[in-house]
């Protein structure tokens, strides 16, 4: 199973600022995904990123607000530009791999990022 | 992806089986069952999936129905660690996104 690493794992940051998330995994893989889960919520899924293609982003995300990069197979990250308090989430980085004879998803541990 | 129903939230003593349904009417003949589930403040985690036969791993046993339009997922002897949201979803076995529905809170009470 794809093993997942995020950083940073927290964050405080102000409003009007930036904030790079970063998503490691230890193999190559085709699919990464980006989510956020707002306080008390299920996941909702911001965008799709394939490496050397530009991130599919899914109603209600726009690409200025949420640029991300997929460099390689193995890397990606994920900025929220000019944060306010509504983007106070947990931004998860996942995966998809196919394991044994199935597709499965993993998850980072997450980025808890709030905003003042 | 088809649409999954959950009961929003479920309790379960320790070590009793925990059975939590999934009802999933629309699902296409190509679609597979999956279950995640999320312990707080943690990434989901992958518990079992299945087409149309029961599965059982070490984690849990899921048992489909015959016309394949609902599921269930036992937890055998649950514990507190067990005590997380869990998601149901339906999806082709292929790269693609996964869309999270609301999930089924268990507690499970000691």
């Known amino acids: 199973s794809a093993v997942i690493s995020q950083k940073p794992s927290r964050d405080i940051c102000q409003r009007g600022t930036s904030l790079t998330i970063q998503c490691q995994v230890d193999?190559?893989?085709?699919?990464m995904f980006w989510y956020r889960q707002q306080p008390g919520q299920s996941l909702t899924l911001i965008a799709t990123?394939?490496?050397?293609?530009?991130?599919?982003?899914e109603s209600g995300f726009v690409i200025d607000k949420f640029p991300i990069s997929r460099p390689n197979l193995t890397f990606s990250t994920l900025t929220v530009s000019n944060m306010s308090p509504e983007d106070s989430s947990i931004y998860l980085c996942?995966?998809?791999?196919?394991?044994?004879?199935?597709?499965?998803?993993?998850f980072g541990p997450g980025t808890r990022l709030t905003v003042t | 992806d088809a649409k999954t129903t959950q009961p929003p939230s479920m309790d379960c003593a320790e070590g009793r089986a925990a059975n939590l349904p999934c009802n999933h009417s629309?699902?296409?003949?190509?679609?597979?069952v999956y279950w995640y589930r999320q312990i707080h403040s943690q990434g989901p985690q992958y518990i079992i999936h299945?087409?149309?036969n029961n599965e059982t791993n070490e984690m849990a046993s899921l048992i489909i129905t015959e016309d394949r339009k609902s599921s269930t997922l036992i937890l055998p002897h649950a514990t507190l660690r067990d005590t997380a949201v869990y998601y149901c979803i339906v999806r082709v076995a292929s790269y693609q996104k996964v869309t999270f529905g609301t999930g089924t809170k268990l507690q499970v009470i000691p």
């Open positions: 990123a394939n490496q050397g293609s530009e991130a599919t982003y």
């Open positions: 629309t699902i296409s003949g190509n679609e597979y």
């Open positions: 299945g087409l149309k």
């Open positions: 996942s995966v998809e791999d196919k394991g044994q004879g199935a597709y499965e998803q993993y």
């Open positions: 193999s190559q893989v085709t699919m």
